[in-house]
T-cell receptor
Framework: EPEVTQTPSHQVTQMGQEVILRCVPISNHLYFYWYRQILGQKVEFLVSFYNNEISEKSEIFDDQFSVERPDGSNFTLKIRSTKLEDSAMYFC??????????FGPGTRLTVL | QKEVEQNSGPLSVPEGAIASLNCTYS??????FFWYRQYSGKSPELIMSIYSNGDKEDGRFTAQLNKASQYVSLLIRDSQPSDSATYLCAVLGSYQLTFGKGTKLSVIP
């Protein structure tokens, strides 16, 4: 059964550094998402992406964040200058024409 | 601000019993509702979706939706220790899912 994959599984970075989190959505899916979950808190929406453009973003997704689909398979989330409070699990999700979203295994980002 | 509320638990049930998990949501126009299971340190795993008022059954799981009361529930029959996890209720907005904090379920052997 096809799955969303994410790399790396764990990323440790210094405050102020740039990080790129990578996702490979399920191949026939059209809609792509990033969510994050700070330890012990809710899963929070960051951004949705369709047809090579952002369709919606949350207040969390400020100018420090960007997304890109550089080729036909990868979907990336870039954080330009990481802050301590960016430490969280970051989940990529995708969906086909239906509404159900399928999540990848996540990347644990630790900002020191 | 769209809100999804769940009792955080923990909810403890003996093996073989029925576990009942509840969720309320604030946005009256919501049409699509989901239950995800999340094991500790893992990602949310979709287990049920429901779009119409009433019950939807899938194996040991039954989702119930009452849009008038803005209420969604999940019943797990014949609970197993492997069902021990946090169950997340999620409501679809225009594009994004809004999640509750989740209910932690513990099934006692």
């Amino acid at each position: 059964e096809p799955e969303v994959t994410q790399t790396p599984s764990h990323q440790v970075t210094q405050m102020g550094q740039e990080v790129i989190l990578r996702c490979v959505p399920i191949s026939n899916h059209l809609y792509f998402y990033w969510y994050r979950q700070i330890l012990g808190q809710k899963v929070e929406f960051l951004v949705s992406f369709y047809n090579n453009e952002i369709s919606e973003k949350s207040e969390i997704f400020d100018d420090q964040f960007s997304v890109e689909r550089p080729d036909g398979s990868n979907f990336t989330l870039k954080i330009r200058s990481t802050k301590l409070e960016d430490s969280a699990m970051y989940f990529c999700a995708s969906r086909p024409q239906g509404v159900a979203q399928y999540f990848g295994p996540g990347t644990r980002l630790t900002v020191l | 601000q769209k809100e999804v509320e769940q009792n955080s638990g923990p909810l403890s049930v003996p093996e073989g019993a029925i576990a009942s998990l509840n969720c309320t949501y604030s946005d009256r126009v919501s049409q699509s509702f989901f239950w995800y299971r999340q094991y500790s340190g893992k990602s949310p795993e979709l287990i049920m979706s429901i779009y119409s008022n009433g019950d939807k059954e899938d194996g040991r799981f039954t989702a119930q939706l009452n849009k008038a009361s803005q209420y969604v529930s999940l019943l797990i029959r014949d609970s197993q220790p492997s069902d021990s996890a946090t169950y997340l209720c999620a409501v679809l907005g225009s594009y994004q899912l809004t999640f509750g904090k989740g209910t932690k379920l513990s099934v006692i052997p």
